[in-house]
């Protein structure tokens, strides 16, 4: 089995209070809350993921998740909080964005704060 794993964003106003529905391969497979995520369960191989909100959405995007992989999706609002209405009559299909993001269980990065590699911070 391979697990989807839809992380959204803390928003401040946008959306704040509503879950966004995920659609897998054009079915519903959970929502997703502000400053949360929803593990979804699928079949090994290619799917098409999307997400909605009332007549807004976000573009669909193809992820490949192989057997017993986890692949994760950032999303979030796309709109500033004053160009909402743009979005919501103008650009339905892009009021969300939707993207691949890192994987929430990987190695932090222990570099200098000053940015130079291979410094490690020790405890």
């Known amino acids: 089995m391979a697990e989807l794993i839809v992380r959204r964003r803390a928003a401040w106003w946008q959306d704040r209070m509503r879950d966004y529905i995920v659609l897998v391969d054009g079915s519903e497979c959970g929502r997703v809350g502000n400053d949360a995520e929803v593990r979804v369960h699928v079949a090994p191989g290619r799917h098409r993921v999307q997400l909605k909100i009332d007549w807004c959405g976000s573009p669909a995007v193809d992820v490949d ?20 209405i743009f979005y919501v009559i103008f650009r339905t299909g892009h009021y969300l ?26 405890a």
């Open 97 to 122: 964005t939707l993207q691949p993001g890192a994987r929430h269980d990987a190695a932090p990065d222990l570099r200098d704060p000053s940015g130079r590699p291979g410094a490690v911070i020790s």
């Open 65 to 84: 998740v192989p057997e017993g992989a986890t692949q994760v999706l950032d999303c979030g609002p796309n709109a500033m909080p004053l160009t909402a």
